[in-house]
């Protein structure tokens, strides 16, 4: 088993060139946030056969992933907002349960980041 | 000092492009399009960056709105959107943004070129001498 893709560290440095170190600890904070509201939201979509709501759910973690250096994720609710127009149902739940596995793959790092640069 | 209003519903870019453009511009950010469409009469903006997908008034509804201004209809515009599909700017300048810039800004100097770009005053030709 391959150890899961981590965020990409160049992302934090940047957010720390860019605005010091309360940017990152704020951008930190709104991803720890809102990355388990918008899987909520989109698990409630997915029950509620609503395509809308999924594709705003989805769309609402594109640049919030990338900004923190959660690529992978990014990616999967990228594609998962361009799917949710047209896709088969199977094909969504299998992609809100890779938002999932993404969300819980970048998440424990991440928290540490926010947990060392806030204490 | 050049006044830019960043138009966003997402807090993470709204705090991230205001960092990048805090040190050169004064920055106003609006959550929606209905806040933008209130507020930038009295603190008319020599610029616009305009997210696309807001909710309620989407991007392009504002940016109609603000051409019928008489007051911010000649505003320079930026489309800001993270579709990024092919084709996209093409139908964001053919739908009268001024420019465009993909996010996630995974690099800023884009950004701030397009903005450069748009207040730089462009030559104007003149007619040649007889």
Known sequence: MTAPPPPDPAALER???????????RILAIY??????????????????DRVGLAAAAHGLISTAANV??????????????????????????GVAAMARAIDEVTPALTAEWQRRDG | MTRVAVVEDNEDNRLL????????????????????LAGMPDARPDLVLLDISLPELDGPEVLRRLRADPRLGAVPVIALTAHAMAGDRERFLAGG???YVAKPIVDERHLLEAIERLL???PVALPALP
């Open chain 1, 32 to 49: 720890l946030r809102d990355a388990p509201l918008r899987l909520g939201e989109a698990r409630e979509a997915l029950v509620a056969r």
């Open chain 1, 15 to 25: 957010l720390e060139r860019i605005g010091g170190a309360t940017l990152v600890v």
């Open chain 1, 69 to 94: 250096g959660a690529m992978e994720l990014s990616e999967t609710v990228r594609a998962l907002e361009r799917a949710a127009r047209t896709a088969p149902w199977e094909e969504l739940e299998t």
């Open chain 2, 17 to 36: 492009v205001g960092a990048i453009l805090g040190h050169r511009y004064e920055v106003t950010a609006y959550e929606s399009g209905r806040d933008a």
């Open chain 2, 120 to 122: 730089t005053p462009r």
């Open chain 2, 97 to 99: 943004f001024d420019e």
